[in-house]
């Protein structure tokens, strides 16, 4: 099993900066990829953000040059640098681990950005 624990969320005014932050637990050996999915109010849950264990990384068309994923391996810790915020990019965000064929997620924390 592996946990996973968001922090970092809140309530930011457009142009402005968040970090998220996923602690993962548990066991995370052979964990090959790590991200950020997001749902806002009454829309699909999507990707904005994803890591693998080569350090390639994608990212959702809207947050490219905005968001910057990263990890350190050292914490077990997965970030997203969230600068230049938008209105429509309030939603909760959850961050995600891939561990063979099987997804963990964690249990969201709340992104608020204000016009």
């Known amino acids: 099993q592996v946990q996973l624990v968001e922090s970092g969320g809140g309530l930011v005014r457009a142009g402005g900066s968040l970090r998220l932050s996923c602690a993962a637990s548990?066991?995370?050996?052979?964990?090959?990829?790590m991200g950020w999915y997001r749902q806002a109010p009454g829309k699909q849950r999507e990707l904005v953000a994803i890591i693998r264990i080569a350090d390639t990384t994608n990212y959702e068309d809207s947050v490219k040059g905005r968001f910057t994923i990263s990890r350190d391996d050292t914490k077990n810790t997965v970030y997203l640098q969230k600068n230049s915020l938008e209105p429509e990019d309030t939603a909760i965000y959850y961050c995600?681990?891939?561990?063979?064929?099987?997804?963990?997620w964690g249990q969201g924390t709340q992104v608020t950005v204000s016009s």
């Open positions: 548990g066991i995370v050996s052979s964990i090959n990829a």
């Open positions: 995600t681990a891939r561990r063979g064929s099987r997804n963990y």
